[in-house]
Nanobody, 129 residues
Framework: QVQLQESGPGLVKPSQTLSLTCTVS??????????WNWIRQPPGKGLEWMGA???????YYSPSLKSRASISRNTSKNQFTLQLSSVTPEDTAVYYC?????????????????????RGQGTQVTVSS
């Protein structure tokens, strides 16, 4: 059973960089053909796919975030990290890390939990001064 757990600050000031880490257990982030995603849900809105890092280390981003988002990984710790720069209150959301099904990478900005085989419980991030 793969488990994912998000960690990071719950409050970030505007213009700062948000950094979240997803710690994975029960499976390796380098296992072939799996993609590890960051998704978020702002209050009152639907799920938004932000980006992903592949088993190979290749990264993919939502066009709307590409200039602000960066995803990296630490294979020795079996973790992957999201950094989102220049945050505004519009970045307030519950942030989730999730693993897609084998061989599947869904890159639609509007997404659903059904597209992911495993996901973390989510972490609330509020952007406010």
């Amino acid at each position: 059973q793969v488990q994912l757990q998000e960690s990071g600050p719950g409050l970030v000031k505007p213009s700062q960089t948000l950094s979240l880490t997803c710690t994975v257990s029960g499976g390796s982030i380098t296992t072939d053909y799996y993609y590890w995603n960051w998704i978020r849900q702002p209050p009152g809105k639907g799920l938004e796919w932000m980006g992903a890092i592949a088993y190979s280390g290749e990264t993919y981003y939502s066009p709307s975030l590409k200039s602000r988002a960066s995803i990296s990984r630490n294979t020795s710790k079996n973790q992957f990290t999201l950094q989102l720069s220049s945050v505004t209150p519009e970045d307030t959301a519950v942030y989730y890390c999730a693993r897609g099904y084998h061989g599947e990478l869904v890159r639609d900005s509007s997404t659903r939990f059904a597209f992911y085989e495993y996901r973390g419980q989510g972490t609330q991030v509020t952007v406010s001064s």
